[in-house]
């Protein structure tokens, strides 16, 4: 009779069985989803909640139909999650996403095209203002977010290693770089090139390959007349992994990083404040957070840091255009109030107050930015920086090259496998996600 | 008797209900998805059918063994027994008489508490800071004593990363271990060791003849329970090392994430998630069978 | 206090024997040294992690980045002036109500399990272990969609029955095993004074079983305090988040406040140490009472 009552529950759906079993628990307080004028949801995935909250309410103030609330989550769930909600219909109004999850996210129908609303009331100076619209662009020709802050990553150093090293001039080539980082450990015996070698899915290497296949005049992925393939063969990747295996091997790079993916993780950050580590890569927001960790424990003293292009990078352009744009829910009821936020939180004003840790990608934002002389390097490099262009736009998913490239190259570094092995098993899997979509 | 039946219905009935809603219908649910080509981008409009492809690619991947072999040797089996073990010695010092004699058994227990009171997340962030290299707590001790004299990245080298992972695990895990067999210890009727002594009977004869099996059964329930718990974890490799360098320590639990989160292939990580159940129905039947059912005829 | 009241410290027979042989006999003194090095080492090894934390708590940028170590308290500021507080409270009110919920549920259900026979017990037992066997990462998905199709996500209830969901295998565990320990003899004779079955559960056994179900209820609140991959999933507004989500999102792909999420590793460590220290002698006996049976 216990089975009776169970199928029987079961045959009334989900539905309504949680909602009789609830009953007694709706007493219980959960969110109020308040009905007066209009409230937004906005998911915003940085840290600057506090400074974002202000720009908010000074928002709501001047439109006081609307009401904004605020959310957040972390980037390396934002983008599973965000696909979750909107198969199901329970979406923030406007999402936070990175530059390369527009287009997919727009196919998927979980972001609204938002070419009405452009053409309804434009952005900013209009849309040819703003730069990487190719990446927010579906196939179907519909815009499906706008661009909102943008950086790259450029190389950082201490420049008094570097004095100690003898190295005058900063390196502009992968084998300067080499050089460079042998020079400082020899001469010092700091840490030269710090950088993150672990194999996490979200992890550097996977910058860090590309920029090296770029210089190179290749790339992972290419595109031609409208084909799609794999642009390296197994002599590139293996080229590419002993490279960076060389700093690992000789000891310049030491065998820790192997343990660290992200480019913010403490170990580097620290390593430049406490002048363990010579040289780094990474995005502007990490190189103020060693800036200010170096500031913090040496009050008044001038800061022994430069910033200095990628390799190669103002010749050929070899590092990525990355940066987050802003997208609205399809599911989103109100996609007319959602606009007029996108259109506020594209305010100059923004980005000189509760969002400094971003650069506008906004072209005349842009151009007035004051980067400060430490950031001229990435000022530099920003003008060279490229988009993932055939990466997004092919049948290849990002997120998983992205994996299999950290994988792959952690394993070779590490000496899981032989940089041999670990080069052919990355094609072949590469290679699968093309017939897998 | 109509008024028992009534009563069972009513007593049992939410408890089925919860589980009917929050376990069984998502198993369902899962079970059919692992015989679909499902995406997260086509979460909404659903998956087609792609019969058992699904798990005839599982099976035939080269990475399954090593997943197999990370799974069930280094994460479930040798950190359970490694728990086990440290969990008794903790469990025997603490119940010596010199540290009740010493009134230090209570600082002990409360000792005890503390990695179980930390969330697994909280565990990993600091034992990532306390094994990082070269600055960690432990390198630098080991380097002071001179037992090593260049610092060893715990979570990257190949050779450590395993142990690393499995300390951080029986690091938050052996509390509960430790605090059940304790209270195990404390049940054993004195008068057992009393007559041994007048036996004549040494000190390792009394551990294995009286302690041993009387915790025995404990330890059996215990050891089991932790399997299931630590099969199925996913936090503690995800966290600490990624499932790496390389995919040195994928394990399946990390593996679903992977192909469900990263690579958006709801069907093939419901697949796995499916597997992984059986295995361990499997091994609960042998449970089951090997202590279970004495208790089971016992208890209902 | 209860910790002295544990029955660890009351042997005297034991305790004047070791201390003859302690002090009595030359030559043995190695043996109570080597224990007292065994506990120190053991001791330190548990408590270190969290006074490293603590300390670090306490720091600019948890100690890690500057090396400026003077005392401040800026961390827990800026953790509950970003709202940190919020995620505390909603912690203790979905996990002390899914706890409390759990244990009341399963009670019921074990008692049945323990007292009565019918047609499908044993695969009705069996299914509801079977809950511990499964990897919840596959759940995610599915749970996620049910609970947004009745309107549960980011709510209190959905989260609420979701964790008693969880909690229920162990718990229906535990207490059947327990139950077995309370003689049938204590129901029967209330039954013959007239009393009814529910009267039965709730005014004889219940406060028998009392031990028991403080140690079950203390692992169910466990399991919910440290859940995070279902909290990631359902619950996205900070209004009901809970801490290790709150804990989790301090690590921005960026830049991360250290010294911050030491302070909040803290403030979600140290809420379960204070619930443990009062249980602490009633669980480690009441333990395993369910299982050494």
Wanted: hydrophobic share 50%; aromatic share 12%.
């Amino acid at each position: 009779m216990i089975f009776k009552h169970l199928t029987a529950c079961l045959g009334i759906g989900a539905r309504g069985v949680i909602g009789a079993l609830m009953v007694g628990a709706a007493l219980l307080p959960g969110v109020a989803q308040a009905a007066d004028p209009v409230t937004l949801t906005f998911r915003f995935n940085d840290p600057e909640q506090k400074e974002m909250r202000a720009a908010l309410d000074a928002f709501e103030k001047a439109n006081p139909g609307i009401k904004v609330n605020l959310e957040r989550m972390a980037w390396k769930d934002a983008r599973d999650q965000f696909l979750r909600e909107a198969a199901v219909g329970e979406t923030p109004d406007v999402v936070h996403i990175a530059f390369v999850w527009a287009k997919e996210m727009g196919e998927a129908g979980a972001l609204a095209p938002l070419d009405a609303l452009i053409k309804a009331k434009p952005p900013g100076k209009g849309l040819s203002d703003f730069i990487a619209m190719d990446l927010a662009t579906g196939k179907n020709g519909k815009v499906y977010a706008l661009p909102w802050t943008t950086d790259t990553w450029a190389m950082v150093y201490r420049t008094d290693l570097l004095d100690q090293a003898g190295v005058k001039t900063l390196p502009t080539t992968w084998d300067d770089l080499r050089q460079a980082s042998r020079d400082v450990h020899a001469k010092t015996g700091k840490t030269g090139f710090g950088f993150p070698a672990g194999s996490a899915s979200s992890g550097s290497l996977w910058f860090l390959a590309n920029y090296n296949w770029w210089s190179n005049g290749k790339a992972l992925i290419v595109e031609k007349d409208k084909t799609f393939s794999v642009g390296v063969d197994k002599a590139d990747v293996v080229g590419t992994m002993n490279y960076f295996k060389s700093y690992l091997d000789n000891g310049d790079t030491p065998k820790s990083m192997l343990g660290v993916s992200d480019w913010a993780d403490p170990v580097i950050i620290r390593g430049l404040a406490d002048g363990t580590i010579a040289i780094g890569i990474m995005p502007p927001a990490s190189f103020r957070e060693a800036i200010n960790a170096y500031t913090a424990a040496n009050p008044g003293k001038a800061a022994p840091f430069k910033s200095g292009p990628v390799p190669k990078g103002t010749t050929v352009g070899t590092s990525h255009l990355g940066g987050r744009m802003l997208g609205i829910s399809a599911t989103s009821k109100h996609p007319e109030e959602a606009w007029k936020l996108v259109q506020f939180l594209n305010d100059p004003s923004i980005f000189t107050g509760a969002y400094k840790s971003q650069f506008p990608a906004q072209r005349s934002l842009l151009q007035s930015v004051d980067f400060g002389p430490e950031l001229k390097g990435f000022a530099e490099q920003l003008t060279h920086a490229r988009t993932w262009g055939p990466y997004a736009e092919g049948p290849y998913a990002m997120g998983s090259m992205w994996n299999l490239t950290g994988r792959a190259f952690g394993a070779a570094l590490s000496g899981q496998t032989s940089v041999d092995a670990a080069a052919g098993d990355l094609l072949t899997q590469i290679g699968k996600l093309n017939a897998g979509r | 008797m109509r008024g028992d039946r009534l009563f069972i219905t009513v007593m049992l009935g939410p408890a089925l209900i919860i589980l009917a809603l929050f376990y069984l219908w998502p198993m369902v649910e899962n079970l059919r998805v692992s015989f679909t080509d499902l995406t997260l981008l086509r979460l909404r409009v659903g998956g087609q059918w792609i019969g058992l492809a699904n798990y005839e690619e599982f099976i035939t991947s080269p990475e399954t063994g090593r997943l197999m072999m990370n799974t069930f040797i280094w994460l479930t089996a040798i950190s359970v027994a490694v728990r086990l073990l440290l969990g008794l010695a903790i469990a025997l010092i603490v119940n010596t008489p010199l540290v009740r004699h010493l009134r230090l058994a209570t600082l002990a227990r409360i000792a005890i508490l503390v990695p179980w009171a930390t969330p697994p997340v909280v565990a990993i962030i600091i034992w990532r800071w306390l094994l990082e290299a070269p600055n960690g707590a432990l390198n630098s001790v080991l380097l002071a004593l001179g037992l090593i004299d260049t610092p060893i990245a715990f979570l990257a080298d190949l050779r450590t990363v395993w142990p690393s992972v499995i300390a951080i695990v029986v690091w938050n895990t052996v509390p509960l271990i430790a605090l059940s067999l304790l209270a195990s210890l404390q049940a054993v009727p004195a008068d057992l060791y009393e007559a041994a002594e007048l036996d004549g009977a040494t000190r390792s004869a009394k551990f294995w003849h009286i302690t041993l099996p009387f915790l025995k059964p404990t330890i059996v329930v215990l050891g089991l329970t932790s399997v299931f718990w630590t099969f199925n974890n996913f936090v503690y490799v995800w966290l600490a090392t990624g499932a790496g360098p390389g995919t040195f320590t994928n394990v399946l639990a990390t593996e679903i994430y992977i192909r469900s989160f990263v690579d958006f292939r709801l069907g093939y990580g419901a697949a796995i998630g499916i597997v992984m159940a059986l295995i361990m129905a499997v091994f609960g039947y042998f449970y089951f069978r090997m202590i279970g059912r004495r208790q089971i005829e016992e208890v209902l | 206090m209860t910790l002295t009241s544990a029955p660890l410290n009351r042997d005297p027979d034991v305790t004047s024997h070791w201390h003859r042989r302690m002090f009595g006999r030359p030559g043995r003194l190695f043996e109570p040294l080597l224990i007292l090095a065994g506990l120190l080492a053991i001791l330190f090894a548990l408590v270190y992690p969290m006074v490293f934390i603590l300390l670090g708590s306490f720091k600019t940028q948890g100690g890690l980045l500057a090396s400026a170590t003077a005392f401040t308290w800026a961390n827990y500021i800026t953790l509950f002036t970003g709202g940190f507080g919020r995620f505390l409270v909603n912690s203790l009110v979905i996990c002390v109500a899914a706890t409390a919920l759990s244990t009341l549920v399963s009670v019921n259900a074990a008692y049945v399990f323990s007292r009565f026979r019918f047609r499908g017990k044993g695969l009705i037992f069996g299914s509801v272990l079977f809950g511990q066997m499964f990897p919840w990462i596959v759940l995610v998905n599915p749970l996620f969609i049910l609970l947004t199709q009745a309107g549960f996500t980011n709510s209190y209830t959905g989260m609420i029955f979701c964790y008693t969901a969880i909690s229920i295998p162990f718990s229906v565990y535990m207490l059947t095993g327990y139950l077995a320990t309370v003689p049938r003899e204590l129901d029967e004779a209330a039954l013959i004074d007239g009393a009814s079955r529910y009267q039965v559960v709730w005014r004889i056994v219940f406060p028998v079983l009392m031990p028991g179900i403080v140690s079950t209820a203390t692992y169910a609140f466990m399991l919910c305090w440290t859940e995070y991959l279902f909290a990631l999933a359902f619950l996205t507004k900070p209004a009901v988040q809970t801490l290790p989500i709150g804990l989790y999102q301090l690590f921005g792909d960026d830049r991360a406040d250290w010294g911050a999420v030491m302070a909040a590793s803290v403030v979600t460590t140290i809420p379960t140490l204070l619930l443990f220290l009062p249980l602490q002698a009633r669980l480690s006996s009441g333990l395993t009472a369910g299982a050494v049976k």
